[in-house]
């Protein structure tokens, strides 16, 4: 059995879509058990005629709840009845747990996972790595997209080899193409950070790295993952995301400006359907956090209850699938490798 | 009359999009001048029989071409007789040449001009200031694109200053809206590099700074200018150009994918149309660098007439609303104000 608490409140659709994700999970994973996080009432009272399998799932009551505008050091340290904390401490205390999932406020959850949680041995900083769509169908990793807005080419070196292990071990990609985001394709790009991390990934055994990236081919689908510091690697998704929703609002409000570009999109509805699911980050669940010393898995604030069924599977497969252990073994031998 | 030497090799479409765009500024400026370089008799044959004011433009002859993927330190060393390097000299030398366009190989124009033309007073490091279209039909400035990986606060705070007067005078853009690009919205976002540069850009007078943008906004229109380092600049204009080029692409892949799809795209060719050319970058010109010491800009590789054709009305304009003199002023008065 796999357990796994979600923290059922601190998104914009909780705690409703927590906790039906949560029960699609639980239907969907027979050796998944799931501790919801949050006002006890409010949960049973949205449980009220489900239908589950209720030995699977355990409520844990927590009156509070963090706000996406708190200072996270003081969320963390003040409210300790919230539903996030109290997931963090239920992770942190019970061995059986083996991970969390949340949708609230990023600043604490990472604040929280780095000094309760703490990381796998080995780990010097964990990273963030989403999943987006790429054009192909297929789908590319960002490591890191914003828990460490200052990098050294150590932080990289490990951000490479635990996003290939995840690509490999969640989603079943052998040998992923890992690559480093940078200004051009030429070893000699970027600043001293990225020069000195092309040399050491180039000669690390233990990962398939194909050169630098520039970030208008993240969605060519010719890379598996991407590697690049916090700062630019929000950016790098922040823009994606955006530009996606303003080009597809534009052409929603191009076609709704003249009757005939409507009719013509009347031949066209389940197209524009898929492009919607296509581009829509909720079906690619959320941003887990590598390194720490347990599963973390990080959802939208907007996660709806695909997002969160989603969010749940990944925490299930990364702890199926021993990721924990395989950074670990992989950082002891290759971290220190000189080639 | 505002002279303007325009390399006329070195893009994807030289030199006959060089030539047109130049034929095309003659007519559009009748104070303008051209110099075109690059080999005579390919420019002579190429002018054959259109028609133009031959009083304002002159050819000097440079038969050598600096390719992309050239090392920028060893071509302007050793292609002397390139038609940029060609074009850099004349502009040194001559003191009637306001200025000077490219669309050849970014790293050795920007090696050039740092070499040979040289900054203006009081400029730290000159930076790229590309222009983007926004949603609501304006435009957005991004300052630094890539001519500087790695910046501190006071390069970002000369950044903002140059960028403000170059949207306000060259787009006419009244006390232009300057933004900070970040990971957040909140001052305390960020490194310690935008932390100060955040405080610095709150006390200045001389621009109208409206605090942190995420990258996801960047095409709102709620902004005029987002001020960053060169790195994650690059980060943010090339996936914003490629996010919208691989999206236009899938949706034209989606609907030839089925016949009824096609049925409908017939009612909307020419929305199809404006979207392209909304989202057409050579509608816009090219990437200007700021804080030389004479007017340099930088049109894309992949350039047509009109891209070029408007690289030469923003050297024209810089020239025309004497943005150096307005720069040198204002770092001269602001770049050592204390608040």
Redesign the interface.
Known sequence: MIKIVVDCFGGDHSPEANIEGSLSALDKFKDLSLILTGDESVIKSKLEGKEYDADRLQIVHAPDVIGCDEKPTDAIRLKKESSMIKAIRLLRDEDDIAGMVSVGSTGALVAGALTRIGVLEGVIRPAFCPILPT?NGGIVGICDS?AN??VTAAYLKQFAIMASLYLENVYGIQNPRIAL?N?GKEAEK??SI?QETYRTLSELPCINFVGNM???????GSYDAVICD???G???V??????????????KE??FS?T??K??????KK?FA??KS??NYQNYGGSVLLGTSKVVVKGHGSSKAVAVEKCIEQAYRMEASSLSEKITAALDKYDHYEG
Do not use: C, P, W
Request: glycine share 10%; no cysteine.
């Open positions: 054009m914003g807005v200052e985001l200004v970027g600043d990225r520039e970030s208008r081919d993240l969605l060519s916090g700062f630019s929000n950016v790098l922040k823009t994606t995301e955006g530009t996606a929703v303003e080009l597809l609002l534009k052409v191009t076609i003249r005939i570009y009719i013509g999109a009347l031949f066209q197209m898929d492009l296509f581009m």
